[in-house]
């Protein structure tokens, strides 16, 4: 099992270009998060999909949207960039339990730079 | 609010030496609390949880509701435990959402 994977690891844009990020999650996983982490900050939660609808949504403005394939991936768009937005997004998955223990299982992250 | 919070941005001891990274949170409510661990060039992952009063790899954390805190400590700290330190707590009952601290970065000089 490889985990939660992600992609792309590094990516460059420029400001007001759209971004989609992408993650699988950890095999027999079905609940997706993701989470922004600005340079010296602890990640920070942006939204959060099951059953490919969002379920929770932390302070993060319109321009952030996702989505979530019946396969359980899912994907992070970021409309009209600004340099405010570059950070390593993180995508982490969880199995969907009453009980849930609160481990969290990360990607690797993609970095994404906004010039 | 909920909120945790990491004084500490770095924290340095040496081998042998006890250790104790302080957390603080803020939750109106009865807090479930994590420390996550990030190794150099490993994903960020889950250390223990306050729930489970467990000692993991020689680290324990205790939940102290009258001062709000739940400070990571080992006695003798190792080389190995050099690393990026985060703590969360769950953000209401039944959501799988952490509020994470900005962390520490422990470092075990040798």
């Known amino acids: 099992d490889a985990g939660v994977t992600q992609s792309p690891t590094h990516l460059i844009k420029t400001r007001g270009q759209q971004v989609t990020l992408r993650c699988s999650p950890k095999s027999g996983h079905d609940t997706v998060s993701w989470y922004q982490q600005a340079l010296g900050q602890g990640p920070q939660f942006i939204f959060q999909y099951y059953e490919e609808e969002e379920r929770q949504r932390g302070n993060f403005p319109d321009r952030f949207s996702g989505h979530q394939f019946p396969n359980y991936s899912s994907e992070l768009n970021v409309n009209a960039l600004l340099l405010g937005d570059s950070a390593l997004y993180l995508c982490a998955s969880s199995p969907r339990l009453a009980g849930w223990s609160g481990e969290l299982f990360f990607g690797e992250g993609s970095r994404l730079t906004v010039l | 609010a909920q909120r945790v919070t990491q004084p500490e941005k770095l924290l340095s001891v040496f081998k042998g030496a006890p250790v104790e990274l302080k957390c603080n949170y803020s939750y109106s409510g009865s807090p479930e609390l994590f420390w996550y661990v990030q190794y150099s060039r490993q994903r960020l992952q889950l250390l223990l949880r306050?729930?489970s009063r467990e000692s993991i790899k020689g680290f324990t954390a205790d939940l102290n509701k009258g001062e709000t805190s739940f400070h990571l400590k080992k006695p003798f700290a190792q080389e190995e435990d050099s690393a990026m330190y985060y703590c969360?707590?769950?953000?209401?009952?039944?959501?799988?959402?952490?509020?994470f601290g900005q962390g520490t970065r422990l470092t075990i000089n040798p």
């Open positions: 969360a707590l769950r953000s209401s009952q039944g959501a799988q959402k952490l509020v």
């Open positions: 306050h729930i």
